[in-house]
């Protein structure tokens, strides 16, 4: 028998050449087939910006607050839904869809507009679950108590941003809160209820990072039992405090090897039971200045696999044992 990267695949949360949980994987298995994940935005801000903890946002954050692949908020979450379910439906044949509230800080509001937002996007067809996109410090108890009565009646992931555990690197971009934070509000959501899942959104190639930092954060991400970690490449973007360091010479994104070398490192300390729900980013096309490589996604994430087979590794080969 020929032996490829798919027969040889030794990694058991996989059905193709993958070595990794990737969250189609994951999807297919909970649901039962293909499942579509549609970003939109509420219309909400952030802390970070309006001047809570900080304004500007995190140096690298476009002002649509990562929701530029979402349509604006004057459009209804049921119109937004149903729009991206048509654009997608070419790609993908499936009527399942996770509503990805995305934009800015999607806990950042009463509870009674959260819950007005989060209910529309349970009535519209398909939705079989929630995503909700916030902030660690933006989960007082009574948002953290609705968060729990939503994942009674549906599948709810919080996506956390951390980007970094390093409290040095919290300030250099601006992030608004350090590392004990992030970790209050991950236990916080754990106690409330054990059905909440938790993604971790991780940056790699942040200012002033080296490789061992980038590791550290995975290590100390893993620490907290996540259900799913985003692996995110730092992009350059025009309108950006990053961008404009960029211009002046002052930061060197991430070289496509480096980067791909530290994906593969990063995701042999991952346990394999947690799903990974990206392994690198995307930037809108217009607005993007570096790392150029990075429009070649499909090519990146090729690569890593390529690695992943040629070193014969895959997630959580080195991970230490996790408890949950």
């Known amino acids: 028998m020929k032996h490829t990267q798919r027969t040889d695949n030794p990694f058991p949360y996989s059905d193709s050449n993958k070595r990794y949980h990737t969250y189609d994987y994951a999807m297919r298995r909970q649901f039962g087939g293909k499942v579509a994940k549609l970003p939109l935005d509420a219309g909400f801000t952030c802390p970070n910006i309006d001047g809570r903890c900080g304004t500007g946002g995190c140096i690298y954050c476009s002002p649509r607050g990562s929701g530029d692949f979402a349509m604006t908020p004057?459009?209804?979450?049921?119109?937004?839904?149903?729009?991206?379910?048509?654009?997608?439906?070419?790609?993908?044949?499936?009527?399942?869809?996770?509503?990805?509230?995305?934009?800015?800080?999607?806990?950042?509001?009463?509870?009674?507009?959260?819950?007005?937002?989060?209910?529309?996007?349970?009535?519209?067809?398909?939705?079989?679950?929630?995503?909700?996109?916030?902030?660690a410090d933006c989960l007082p108890d009574?948002?953290?108590?609705?968060?729990?009565?939503?994942?009674?009646?549906?599948?709810?992931?919080?996506?956390?941003?951390l980007q970094s555990s390093s409290d040095e690197t919290a300030k250099r971009i601006n992030r608004g809160h350090d590392?004990?934070?992030?970790?209050?509000?991950?236990?916080r959501l754990r106690a409330a209820?054990?059905?909440?899942?938790?993604?971790?959104?991780?940056?790699?190639?942040?200012?002033?990072?080296?490789?061992?930092?980038?590791?550290?954060?995975?290590?100390?991400t893993v620490a907290l039992s996540p259900d799913q970690i985003k692996i995110h490449l730092l992009h350059c973007l025009r309108g950006t405090e990053l961008g404009d360091m960029y211009e002046r010479g002052e930061y060197v994104p991430m070289a496509r090897e480096a980067y791909i070398e530290t994906v593969?490192?990063?995701l042999e300390r991952i346990p394999p039971r947690v799903v990974i729900g990206r392994l690198t980013g995307d930037g809108m096309a217009d607005d993007l200045l570096a790392p150029l490589w990075s429009k070649r996604k499909v090519s990146v994430l090729n690569d890593i696999d390529k690695m992943l087979f040629s070193r014969q590794t895959w997630q959580g080969k080195h991970a230490f044992v996790q408890k949950k």
């Open 264 to 266: 593969v490192e990063a």
């Open 142 to 161: 009574e948002t953290v108590a609705l968060l729990a009565e939503l994942a009674e009646r549906t599948a709810l992931t919080v996506e956390l941003g």
């Open 179 to 187: 590392f004990a934070t992030f970790c209050d509000g991950v236990r």
């Open 193 to 220: 209820s054990e059905r909440i899942g938790i993604c971790v959104h991780v940056i790699f190639g942040l200012p002033g990072e080296t490789k061992a930092d980038m590791l550290r954060t995975v290590e100390d």
């Open 74 to 135: 004057d459009v209804s979450i049921t119109e937004q839904i149903r729009s991206a379910r048509e654009r997608l439906s070419a790609k993908w044949q499936t009527d399942r869809c996770i509503a990805y509230f995305q934009a800015h800080t999607n806990t950042y509001a009463p509870v009674p507009v959260l819950r007005s937002r989060y209910e529309e996007a349970l009535a519209s067809r398909g939705v079989v679950g929630l995503a909700v996109a916030t902030r």
